[in-house]
């Protein structure tokens, strides 16, 4: 997504990069947001104001989105896009499956209105095998790779093919066939699933097509009973995910360290080891863990929608889309088209990426891009436009995953955690999607915020005819965490224990291990915010709070709760560029999409402390970046670090959570670079200093100043313009790895002088050139391969304390207040941070009140649901206030002090605030009323269900 003008600032930047495919390469060029119809003028987003270096004086994208300028691709036409664009569209439709108990047949198109009559229809069979079932990647995280190789080794082993082990394709259940059109005569794979692609005209067409089939699609669909035995479900996508840890008396296992091949077997072993090793602990305490959540919505603000023109003359596909993941999808889109049997040749794609229109995880990987790519090759070369409404989006749109999860907590006498055994199983619906990445994430979260010796966990994401589950805010984590801090209250109320002081003799911290055996290395500071949360008068007079209550027609009560949510993956590629014009205008460019998380505006003033100033510009989505870099992901000499051209990955799609680690260090870094290379040099001319040094210097008030003040400063314009007049590089390319470490290497960026980045990869723009010229690492290292196995490695720590009152009549809950105490590292922009939490606070209470997905066609697979229906959190809900004070609602975010184990870096936060709310809720309401709910979302009806009972 570019967030700047459609030429940007930066001049002669090259937009392009190739991707290689079975039968040949395929160019991909990234353009900026297009200027309206008879206007001039883009959309003014992404330019930043002047400001003090390092603060953010507002939102970068603030001003075009609240005053209705275009930058959704929703508000974009053929008409607005420039030439050579036609000026007229078609518009394309999807009907979906309404059953997956039945055969598919056809349609019933004279049903249709005159003037929606000549429409183009596609059937599935009418599809080649390419544009069917395209080769999706779901290369995302390095651990789950690894387990695919794992289960793939197993499998032949045992001599099962229980799934096309192919890494770049769709990893399916036995006998289940994936295709984006079903074909005539087969049973749905899922519901929702497109039957058939309408292709229509005119817009006027499309409405009158549209108002006749919505919430009346049986008019229109022939069915018949199926011919055979019925596709089978519930079946797991593979891989699944086993953590078996047992760290007794000196006899290490777990799935980090064990021998990869043989951990399926020895962790059998060690099952048996640890029942031993319970059956032998005096007095110990087994809690029951049982829970479950329905399906859940995103609810961004944006429906899915784009534009695609395939310009079959030129052998080009153009594509205005919102993504979060636009590598990724160009990627799969490529596929389609470049298969031997694809009808039309494809030599390029260009992409205009738009702001999505939020996010939480619903657009990563979703289908829709594959969707809008394959209506293009059916309009004749004529552009044609894709829209979902509410209705469509909550009918197909990824959804955070029903889950079930079940298990035991075994807790010693003095308190202490021994096991963690839980089962999680996850709905992934009809498409095989993340599910699989997010049932693996949320068997880590199963351990939560604590330290145990023994751990038997098993997650998997099972087949469906449900509509698709992906990466929602969380990713696993709010159902795995709302387990175990239900289940560890359980015990305390039993044992008659402070809830807080249980959790803090059990917390994990620097040097413990997770429930996979990674080490944990980055402080957390656990017990210190137990200790803050004990002390707030919201905990610490809960007990005065309940009494005063009690003569009201309502019960109070007060929960706690705690969360360790990991952000990143296994391992994180990030890319950016920082560029300087000769006026010292200061560009940023990064391969991250901003979600509406802020990450634009984040982005723009992390530079401000190194380069003198913050962004005037900053561009984002640009996917186009890694191949500037020179690296590649395929390691043909088997040296890793050592090879100077190798990474081990190159970009991911795009997280909030990437952003205060992972997305600022590169950019940093990036900006370190263009100082070395640029700015550095030119003053040692300016003020005749050959040997001058980073550490020489400062700057003080916009300008670059001697430490010791002995000469005059230099304005950044100064110094820019002598930089281009000595035909300095005028921008670094950088590309960073985390895998637990950063990636680290020396790189000649003046004349034989090194200078030592925590980068893989640098290249410097020059001159005219729209390409850089890549500098070689040397002297490179980065982490080990093995780490990888750790799963994650830092962490966001989250304490939440919830008050809320239930009215015994009708059993509503109203939140009373919320405290959130929060370590999140460096704070780069802190209403950002303060607009995250609050957007957490929101979705959580939503989540665990309100929201309610009923699965099959009683729920929005069915087509008529809608806000109506699906019940989100209003203002009326969520307390409002920023400070508690006793007998008002608020929710009171507590930040933690940055220390020296920070390292200057932030924490990615988007997801830690939610992630223990809901628990919080649970834990709140057994303290009012008695009762344990673990069903969500908890409703009236349940609250009076239980009461009753």
């Known amino acids: 997504m570019v967030f700047a003008s459609a030429n940007p600032v930066s001049g002669g930047l090259s937009r392009r990069r190739f991707l290689q495919t079975s039968s040949g390469t395929v160019a991909v060029s990234l353009l900026g947001l297009p200027a309206v119809a008879n206007s001039s003028q883009q959309a003014q987003i992404g330019t930043s104001p002047a400001g003090t270096p390092g603060v953010a004086a507002q939102r970068i994208d603030g001003v075009a989105k609240v005053t209705g300028q275009k930058v959704y691709a929703r508000d974009f036409d053929a008409r607005d896009m420039p030439e050579p664009w036609p000026k007229t569209q078609t518009y394309a439709m999807f009907l979906r499956a309404l059953t997956t108990k039945e055969r598919f047949i056809g349609l019933r198109t004279s049903a249709l209105p005159k003037v929606a009559q000549s ?118 996508f593979d891989p699944k995910t086993t953590y078996v840890k047992y760290d007794v008396d000196g006899e290490a296992f777990d799935y980090a360290t064990a021998n990869p091949y043989a951990y399926p077997h020895e962790a059998d072993t060690y099952r048996g080891k640890i029942e031993a090793r319970l059956a032998s602990i005096p007095g110990l305490i087994r809690q029951d863990i049982q829970s479950d959540m329905r399906a859940m919505d995103p609810m961004f603000m944006e429906p899915e929608a784009g534009l695609a023109w395939l310009d079959p003359e030129k052998k080009i596909l153009r594509l205005v889309l919102g993504t979060q993941s636009p590598d990724g999808d160009v990627r799969d889109i490529v596929s389609m088209y470049k298969e031997g049997d694809a009808p039309t040749p494809l030599d390029e794609v260009t992409l205009t990426s738009c702001y999505p229109g939020g996010g939480f995880g619903g657009r990563d990987k979703s289908p829709f891009s594959l969707m809008l790519a394959l209506a293009a090759a059916f309009t004749d070369g004529r552009p044609v436009k894709l829209i979902y409404d509410r209705f469509e989006q909550f009918r197909v749109g990824l959804k955070r995953h029903a889950a079930t999860l079940s298990g035991q907590l075994a807790i010693a006498p003095d308190k202490t955690i021994q096991n963690i055994e839980m089962t999680l199983q996850f709905d992934g619906g009809g498409r095989k999607n993340l599910s699989p990445y997010v049932a693996s994430l949320a068997a880590l979260c199963a351990g939560g915020s604590y330290k145990t010796p023994m751990a038997n966990i098993y997650a998997d994401a099972i087949h469906s005819e449900n509509i698709s589950g992906g990466s929602q805010r969380g990713f696993g984590g709010p159902q795995a965490f709302f387990a175990i801090e239900t289940a560890l209250d359980d015990v305390a109320a039993a044992k008659g224990w402070d809830p807080v002081d249980l959790r803090r003799i059990n917390a994990i911290s620097q040097n413990d291990t997770t429930v996979v055996g990674g080490p944990v290395e980055q402080e957390l500071r656990l017990t210190e915010m137990l200790d803050m ?36 993956t296994s391992g994180d590629g990030t890319v950016a560029a920082v560029l300087i014009t000769p006026e010292g205008k200061l560009t940023v460019q990064s391969d991250a999409v901003d979600m509406g998380n802020g990450s634009a505006t984040t982005l723009g003033v992390v530079i401000g402390d190194i380069l003198g100033a ?28 050592a090879n100077p051209d190798w990474t081990a990955k190159g970009v991911g799609s795009s997280s909030a959570c990437l952003t205060g680690l992972h997305q600022v260090h590169v950019v940093q870094q990036t900006a370190h670079a263009l100082f070395e290379a640029t700015l550095l040099p030119a003053a040692r001319q300016i003020w005749g200093q050959p040997d001058l040094v980073r550490s020489d210097v400062t700057w003080r008030n916009g300008a670059l100043s001697l430490v010791d ?41 003046r004349e034989g002088a090194l200078t030592h980045l925590a980068l893989d990869g640098v290249s410097l723009y020059e001159g005219e050139q729209s390409l850089p010229r890549r500098v070689v690492r040397q002297n490179g290292f980065g982490p080990d391969s093995a780490s990888k196995r750790y799963s994650r490695y830092v962490w966001a720590p989250c304490v ?71 019940h989100v959190a209003r203002m009326q809900d969520v307390p409002l206030g920023v400070e508690y004070r006793p007998g008002a609602r608020a929710q009171e975010l507590h930040i933690l002090d940055e220390t020296p184990a920070d390292k200057g870096q932030g924490r990615g936060i988007a997801e830690a605030v939610m992630c223990s709310i809901p628990p919080a809720i649970s834990n709140a309401l057994r303290d009012a009323v008695g009762k344990r709910y673990t069903s969500l979302p908890i409703t009236p009806e349940k609250i009076l269900e239980g009461l009753r009972a």
Not at 614 to 638: I, P
Not at 816 to 831: F, M, W, Y
């Open 800 to 870: 939440n304390i919830v008050s809320l009152t239930v009215h015994r009549t009708t059993g509503r809950v109203q939140i009373e207040n919320v405290v959130s105490i929060l370590n999140a590292g460096r704070i780069h922009v802190h209403d950002l941070v303060s607009g995250q939490s609050q957007g957490g606070v929101a979705m959580a209470i939503s989540y665990t009140l309100h929201e309610d997905l009923p699965p099959g066609m009683g729920g929005p697979a069915n087509g008529t649901w809608n806000l109506d229906q699906y």
């Open 709 to 749: 003040g002995a000469t005059d400063p230099i304005s950044l314009p100064s110094l820019a313009t002598a930089a281009a007049e000595m035909g300095l590089p005028r921008g670094a390319l950088g590309h960073a790895y985390f895998q637990n470490t950063w990636a680290e290497a020396d790189f000649d960026l």
């Open 533 to 568: 949360a004990e002390a707030h008068p919201l905990w610490a007079n809960r007990a005065a709070l309940k009494q005063d209550y009690d003569t009201r027609e309502v019960n109070y009560g007060t929960g706690i709760a705690m969360s360790l949510q990991a952000y990143g």
């Open 119 to 236: 429409a183009r229809i596609v059937l599935g069979n009418q599809l080649t095998k390419a544009q069917r079932s395209p080769q999706v990647s779901f290369r995302r995280d390095l651990v789950m790779d690894q387990q695919i190789k794992e289960t793939r080794f197993v499998n032949q082993q045992i001599k099962e093919a229980l799934f096309d082990p192919s890494p770049e394709g769709f990893d399916r259940p036995s006998a289940v066939v994936y295709d984006l059109i079903v074909q005539p005569g087969n049973v749905p794979d899922y519901l929702g699933q497109a039957v058939a692609l309408l292709i229509f005209d005119d817009f006027k067409g499309y409405r009158a097509a549209l108002q006749a089939m919505q919430f009346q699609d049986d008019q229109f669909q022939i069915y018949a009973p199926p011919d055979g035995p019925l596709p089978p479900k519930d079946q797991p």
């Open 614 to 641: 913050n962004a005037d510009h900053v561009d984002m989505g640009c996917y186009t970046l890694f191949g500037q870099t020179g690296l590649t992901t395929k390691d043909t000499t088997g040296t890793r670090w």
